[in-house]
């Protein structure tokens, strides 16, 4: 099984809004990943956990707050979002070594209105 | 800063035909993705490219990696329209840590026509 699923799959929310994307794996992977991707553009990296902590922060915004409860979760929590930061957000996970490929899951479109 | 280069970034082709896009990245990586992407879809991986003249392939689809050109190339043999998409290479960072991000290429969105 290499899925990775995320919830939920559209999102509109105003910018005074609080809101979570949740992802999940069950592939026993270690490392788990935010993406951020905006139409015809390629994913840009936001989050990196590894063994559940946070290694690598792109200099994301506050305004996004990631949370890795436990090995199988991810968690993304949204608040006070502007409109460009409308955009496909991408989980995905991999083993911790890196020698084997992320797998991504279908991601969340999200709308800040 | 990684960099990762893709060329053409628009590609149409007629089916039959053979074709090959290229990956150039600035950095010593040896691993390097390939992955798909369908109009509104996820990605999907293709080919994970680990060492030095590795090569794979899987159905029209061949990539192959140079570490010391810093170059992999995704060869499509004698296209089909199903093979339309976004096609992204992609480098993992070099931070040094077990898990790194991938640096995406800008991708190269491939159009097969009948």
């Known amino acids: 099984d290499t899925e990775v699923t995320q919830t939920p799959k559209h999102l509109v929310m105003g910018m005074t809004n609080k809101k979570s994307l949740k992802c999940e794996q069950h592939m026993g992977h270690r490392a788990m990943y935010w993406y951020k991707q905006k139409a015809k553009k390629p994913p840009e990296l936001m989050f990196v956990?590894?063994?559940?902590?946070?290694?690598i922060n792109e200099s994301v915004p506050s305004r996004f707050s990631p949370e890795c409860p436990n090995s199988s979760l991810l968690n993304l929590h949204l608040h006070a979002l502007q409109p460009e930061d409308s955009a496909l957000y991408l989980c995905?996970?991999?083993?911790?070594?890196?020698?084997?490929?992320?797998?991504f899951g279908p991601g969340t479109r999200l709308l800040v209105l | 800063e990684l960099k990762v280069e893709q060329n053409p970034l628009f590609l149409s082709m007629q089916e039959g035909k053979n074709y090959t896009i290229y990956c150039n990245y600035s950095t010593t990586s040896d691993r390097l993705y390939w992955y798909r992407q369908d109009p509104g879809k996820s990605l999907e991986s293709l080919f994970v490219?680990?060492?030095?003249?590795a090569v794979k392939q899987e159905g029209r689809l061949m990539a192959s990696l140079d570490t010391k050109a810093r170059l992999s190339t995704l060869h499509i043999t004698a296209a089909v329209h199903d093979l339309s998409a976004t096609y992204f290479c992609a480098v993992e960072g070099m931070s040094g840590g077990g898990a790194d991000g991938l640096t995406f290429g800008k991708g190269t969105h491939l159009i097969i026509q009948p």
């Open positions: 956990y590894s063994y559940e902590k946070l290694s």
């Open positions: 490219l680990l060492s030095n003249g």
């Open positions: 995905a996970s991999s083993q911790n070594e890196g020698l084997e490929t992320q797998y």
